[in-house]
């Protein structure tokens, strides 16, 4: 079985910062892309940034330049750094991953809190 485990979920302020991360476990034979989605009350999930194997990377216009998502394949773990927190990236983020078994599929965390307030 793979499990995804998140962290560093929070509360801060406005303008603030905070580091999730999300490490895999399990028996798998690799990684193909991890992924950050987020989903604030009342609204869809939405992705946010995602990060393939070869370190490309993508994000939601909402977060350029403010979330950076990098990976550490040695530890099958994903980060989200998060600079310049608005009150709008109030949300539950969750890990989720493609991985190879050898059959692809995707897993998910179960979701961390975060919540920008003053």
């Known amino acids: 079985q793979v499990q995804l485990v998140e962290s560093g979920g929070g509360l801060v302020q406005p303008g603030g910062s905070l580091r999730l991360s999300c490490a895999a476990s399990?028996?798998?034979?690799?990684?193909?892309?991890m992924r950050w989605h987020r989903q604030a009350p009342g609204k869809q999930r939405e992705l946010v940034a995602a990060?393939?194997?070869?370190?490309?990377?993508n994000y939601a216009d909402s977060v350029k330049g403010r979330f950076t998502i990098s990976r550490d394949n040695a530890k099958n773990t994903v980060y989200l750094q998060m600079n310049s927190l608005k009150s709008e990236d109030t949300a539950v983020y969750y890990c989720?991953?493609?991985?190879?078994?050898?059959?692809?599929?995707?897993?998910w965390g179960q979701g961390t809190q975060v919540t920008v307030s003053s």
């Open positions: 399990g028996i798998f034979f690799s990684i193909v892309a």
């Open positions: 990060i393939t194997s070869d370190g490309s990377t």
């Open positions: 989720n991953a493609a991985i190879r078994r050898p059959s692809l599929n995707d897993y």
